[in-house]
């Protein structure tokens, strides 16, 4: 490296983001993570003995340190640390880079490490082509990702890692962090007279949703929009902190985690019945962008799964809502779904619709039985081969009901559907009992006594 070289990336350092610059030298500046690299923790052994020799994969939330904890291993080890980003990065680059670990095992046997930032970025493709190499130990592999590994990384890599989740930050961290930007007079703005208002301060910690780069890059716009007073003072006042990060970015990808979390919590709460609860997950999802279609999708599927009979009205809400959204569209549509919501969350439960997969496992294990003769179709063959001959139509009879075979012989007396006893289901249970007494009274025959044990019948076999 030249003078020049140095003297571009010395003014590349203090041109760089506060984020940037703020950024941890040493384990002990980590904050918000002791649970991987605290003072004892198995990664911050491996660190510090420069023992880091299977492959881990660093996952959590943005702005959490999983590229800083990358960095200060580089700077622990006597291992080659070679840095690519998945985004930018592809096979042709990973060639060279193995080629170059190849070179180094064989010339001077030094280790690489290669750190993949955004790993969950290379198709299955890219990751198979990685596979070998890590398999072989020929490279080590620091993985950070966004998104859930078990999903969004090929098995074969995972199972070949140790996977280490990285927290969101607490407001206690972020807290810390701003404060130590403010006395830092070297990287950060120690030698300015900047007085941060206690809810100025309160106002980036909440907004930054555990996000170090969030926090940092609003207190640096705050500061270096704010001129100083007559006094040489920056006052950042709470109008100053809101302007600068106005909106929490709210961490939701539509096909990751956060996704599947947020509608589980969703239908979960709608279920628990607590409105509450379910109004904030649908306001998360509608301010993330969800879209509203999959929100109304699922509670018509909620209305049936887990509301059913205990109110019929709650499918009838759910299909309107879903209708109506049709028509208004966004942002008026948030009112049929908050209502379908709200309707659904306070809606009397049952589950009893679920006796379907019960008839379905009596099919799938048993077979399905015949179609009794009196129940088929007369309009084709009830001459020649009598069906539906002896069928007694219901509405003829008082009550519109009348006992008669529904189902195969062999299944006479299995229920598959138990109502329960809430809401209108409550009435269909007195209804149905009648009905299903009246119908094995007729249907099914009693069970003949058996005989007493000390005098069988000299005649028949004993009924086991």
């Known amino acids: 490296m030249d003078l020049f070289d140095h003297a571009h990336d010395e003014r590349m350092k203090n041109e760089a983001p506060l984020a940037a610059r703020m950024r941890p030298r040493t384990l002990d500046e980590v904050v918000g993570q002791e649970h991987i690299v605290g003072q004892g923790r198995l990664l911050r052994r491996a660190i510090e003995a420069d023992r880091l020799f299977s492959s881990i994969l660093l996952f959590g939330p943005p702005g959490t340190g999983k590229t800083t904890i990358a960095q200060l291993i580089a700077q622990h080890t006597r291992a080659h640390f070679e840095s690519i980003s998945a985004v930018l990065a592809g096979v042709a680059e990973l060639r060279r880079v193995i080629g170059e670990a190849e070179e180094r095992r064989k010339m001077y046997r030094q280790r690489t490490i290669l750190f993949v930032d955004e790993v969950h970025r290379w198709n299955k493709a890219q990751q198979d082509a990685l596979l070998p190499h890590v398999e072989n130990g020929m490279v080590t592999l620091i993985g950070a990702t966004t998104e859930n590994p078990f999903f969004e990384v090929i098995r074969a890599l995972v199972s070949r890692s140790r996977i280490f989740e990285v927290k969101p930050l607490t407001?206690?961290?972020?807290?810390?962090?701003?404060?130590?930007?403010?006395?830092?007079?070297?990287?950060?703005?120690?030698?300015?007279?900047?007085?941060?208002?206690?809810?100025?301060?309160?106002?980036?910690?909440?907004?930054a949703g555990g996000d170090a780069r969030n926090a940092l890059n609003a207190l640096e716009l705050a500061v270096e929009s704010t001129p100083p007073d007559e006094n040489g003072v920056q006052h950042i006042t709470l109008d100053v902190a809101q302007e600068s990060i106005q909106r929490r970015a709210?961490?939701?990808?539509?096909?990751?985690?956060?996704?599947?979390?947020?509608?589980?919590?969703?239908?979960?709460?709608?279920?628990?019945?607590?409105?509450?609860a379910a109004l904030y997950w649908l306001a998360k999802m509608l301010a993330a962008g969800e879209?509203?279609?999959?929100?109304?999708?699922?509670?018509?599927?909620?209305?049936?799964?887990?509301?059913?009979?205990?109110?019929?009205?709650?499918?009838?809400?759910?299909?309107?809502?879903?209708?109506?959204?049709?028509?208004?569209?966004?942002?008026?549509?948030?009112?049929?779904?908050?209502?379908?919501?709200?309707?659904?969350?306070?809606?009397p439960k049952s589950n009893s619709a679920g006796a379907y997969f019960k008839a379905l496992e009596s099919i799938q294990s048993e077979g399905a039985g015949p179609v009794p003769i009196h129940l088929m179709d007369a309009s084709r063959d009830a001459q020649g081969l009598g069906h539906g001959q002896g069928y007694q139509y219901p509405h003829s009879f008082d009550g519109h009901f009348t006992p008669q075979q529904y189902l195969p012989t062999p299944l006479l007396g299995t229920t598959f559907y138990k109502p329960s006893d809430q809401g209108y289901e409550a009435q269909i249970t007195a209804r149905l009992e009648a009905w299903r007494k009246t119908q094995a009274e007729k249907l099914i025959p009693p069970t003949p006594a058996e005989e007493p044990d000390d005098h069988p019948a000299a005649d028949s076999p004993r009924r086991e």
């Open 171 to 207: 407001p206690e961290d972020l807290g810390t962090l701003l404060d130590r930007a403010l006395s830092d007079a070297e990287r950060g703005y120690g030698g300015k007279n900047i007085l941060l208002d206690t809810d100025a301060r309160r106002h980036l910690v909440e907004v």
């Open 250 to 276: 709210v961490l939701y990808d539509k096909d990751g985690d956060a996704h599947y979390d947020t509608i589980s919590a969703f239908i979960k709460s709608v279920r628990g019945s607590d409105p509450d």
């Open 291 to 347: 879209d509203p279609r999959f929100i109304l999708r699922r509670l018509i599927v909620l209305a049936s799964e887990d509301i059913g009979l205990a109110d019929p009205m709650g499918m009838v809400v759910a299909s309107a809502a879903a209708q109506n959204f049709e028509f208004i569209g966004l942002p008026e549509g948030v009112y049929p779904i908050a209502e379908a919501t709200l309707y659904l969350a306070t809606a």
